[in-house]
């Protein structure tokens, strides 16, 4: 059945690693994005991407990376310069254009020690 | 500067009582309102909608209200259950549809048993 996927759902790195983080869809769905929510900040926008090859920054994009080479694909990479990387990371998309209805992911709890 | 605005972080209510959560908006381009629930560790889910051109929208237990004059949405859940309780995020949509939508930072919602 359709759906976003997220994995893994708790991630542990050490201070200074890249990591990233995967998302995959299968609703056939344009428009795909990444969140991080903080305890008491809500969701934050990090990236999105209307099309393939193309994305945007969000309000938070310092330290942050994504690539979009497939329809169905968005990875998020945290880099080493991203200060604050221990969050919830949530991914979403929609159909047509950016502000459309999100579908969430389930999401991915990273751990930076 | 937060164009969608939800005031009250938190909220408990009586188990069958009404729950009234709100939310106030800045942005007069906003043609489009949506509701998300979202339980600890998961991803978001659609709740419920509402376009500019209606003043309210019911689906079972939930209902929202929009006053475009005061720029300013509810979600009302009655009764309240128990299964209810989780953050609630208001989402804005902007009429050029070239932005993503611009989430509040969410009320979190206690129903007591």
């Known amino acids: 059945d359709g759906g976003i996927t997220q994995s893994p759902k708790y991630l542990f790195r050490k201070e200074g690693q890249n990591v990233t983080l995967s998302c995959e869809q299968n609703?056939?769905?344009?428009?795909m994005y990444w969140y991080r929510q903080d305890p008491g900040q809500g969701l934050r926008l990090i990236y999105y991407?209307?099309?393939?090859?193309?994305?945007q920054k969000g309000d938070i994009a310092e330290g942050y990376s994504v690539s979009r080479e497939k329809k169905e694909s968005f990875p998020l990479t945290v880099t080493s310069a991203q200060k604050n990387p221990t969050a919830f990371y949530l991914c979403?998309?929609?159909?047509?254009?950016?502000?459309?209805?999100?579908?969430f992911g389930p999401g991915t709890r990273l751990t930076v020690t | 500067d937060q164009q969608v605005k939800q005031n009250s972080p938190s909220l408990s209510v009586q188990e069958g009582r009404i729950s009234i959560l709100n939310c106030d908006y800045t942005?007069?381009?906003?043609?489009?309102f949506l509701w998300y629930k979202k339980y600890p560790a998961e991803g978001p889910t659609f709740l419920i909608s509402i376009s500019s051109i209606k003043d309210k929208n019911e689906d079972g237990r939930f209902t929202v209200f929009l006053n475009k004059s005061a720029k300013h949405l509810s979600l009302h859940i009655v009764p309240s259950q128990p299964g209810d309780s989780a953050v609630y995020f208001c989402?804005?949509?902007?009429?050029?549809?070239?932005?993503?939508?611009?989430f509040g930072k969410g009320t979190r919602l206690s129903v007591i048993a």
């Open positions: 991407s209307q099309i393939v090859n193309d994305f």
């Open positions: 979403a998309s929609s159909p047509g254009q950016v502000n459309y209805e999100q579908y």
């Open positions: 989402a804005a949509r902007e009429r050029s549809g070239n932005t993503p939508l611009v």
């Open positions: 609703l056939n769905h344009d428009a």
């Open positions: 942005n007069s381009m906003f043609d489009y």
